[in-house]
């Protein structure tokens, strides 16, 4: 492979995905100081992608030669399938993340990459009459491209299940990044203050549950992450009105239970009087327990309801 010399501190973007993991400051500092004393520090790994280069492996390393300045060795890649070996066998060994969802996280988009060329290799295999191998693809010094997620999962070390309910999480954030635009999301309170400074600026949903996922104090899983984007935004709800303001999300669900009543209204045409009593003697157990107040409540809301009802199909007569 050919080097190049870049400046460190221009080459931030990554070939895998939207944002970079974070090393620990104290390994940057180490890294500066020995590049201070003179010594020189393993080229890192980018790949080419039109014009510019993307950095596959080396962060901390290049964070080191920014912070003195200085233009940084790089080994340009030629193939994503080389990438993804290095990538995999630079980043295996990371000691400073704390958590397999953390870990699970940083990889999903490499693991969408694994699957995408290990499904191209199979096919390309099954066309030359070849079964698949174990490792599709060979990579640098022994390091090879895992043929499926699990495999993934397995050699950095996170296992299966935490990697496979991180790429459902990642599917989601994504197609919520394609439909909504960034937003301002409220911070919890224990989160650190770095994790607060990132959220006063509007952010997607990946961007978001990286933060939640990778904060120092306060780090959750990627699933507990995606649920706080149900919730209304800082920019929306306002930063002076109060905490028990109604929900975005809570509106849904009551919109949902209607929808869901409407649904099963076939069905309770086909139960028989029994089934029907059975049922009846559930909601009267349901609200003999209700205070009465809330009982008269709900009563009045459901009297709204069905008039809203009539209403509705009342001017859908007449149109």
């Not at 999480?169 to 309170?189: H, L, S």
């Amino acid at each position: 492979m050919k080097t190049i010399h870049l400046n460190a501190s221009n080459l931030k973007q990554h070939w895998t995905r939207k944002e970079l993991p974070q090393p620990h400051p104290d390994q940057v500092n180490a890294l500066a100081d020995a590049i201070a004393r003179g010594t020189q520090l393993p080229p890192g790994y980018v790949i080419q992608d039109g014009e510019k280069y993307l950095l596959v492996a080396g962060e901390t390393r290049r964070r080191a030669h920014a912070q003195r300045q200085v233009d940084m060795e790089f080994y340009v890649v030629p193939t994503e399938e080389q990438a993804i070996a290095i990538a995999i066998g630079e980043n295996t060994a990371r000691k400073q993340y704390k958590f397999k969802y953390q870990i699970a996280w940083d990889y999903c988009p490499l693991a969408q990459k694994v699957i995408a060329l290990a499904e191209r290799k199979k096919l390309e295999n099954l066309k030359k009459g070849q079964c698949f191998p174990d490792s599709p693809v060979s990579g640098l010094s022994g390091e090879f491209i895992p043929k499926n997620i699990a495999a993934l999962a397995d050699r950095i070390g996170v296992g299966r299940t935490p990697m496979t309910d991180v790429m459902k999480v990642y599917k989601k954030a994504v197609e919520w990044d394609e439909t909504n635009p960034p937003r301002i999301f409220t911070a919890a309170e224990d989160l650190s203050d770095e994790s607060k400074e990132r959220l006063k600026k509007a952010v997607g949903a990946v961007e978001f549950i990286s933060i939640r996922v990778r904060d120092i104090q306060d780090p959750c899983t990627p699933g507990q992450a995606l649920a706080g984007l149900g919730g209304k935004s800082a920019a929306e709800e306002g930063r002076t009105q109060p905490k028990t303001k109604q929900k975005a999300h809570q509106l849904i669900l009551f919109n949902q239970v209607i929808t869901d009543e409407l649904k099963r209204w076939d069905y309770w045409q086909k139960f028989d009087d029994t089934d029907k009593a059975e049922h009846f003697k559930v909601v009267r157990e349901k609200a003999a327990e209700l205070p009465p107040e809330q009982l008269q409540s709900l009563a009045d809301y459901h009297a709204k309801l069905a008039a809203e009802f009539r209403k509705a199909a009342k001017q859908g007569g007449e149109a």
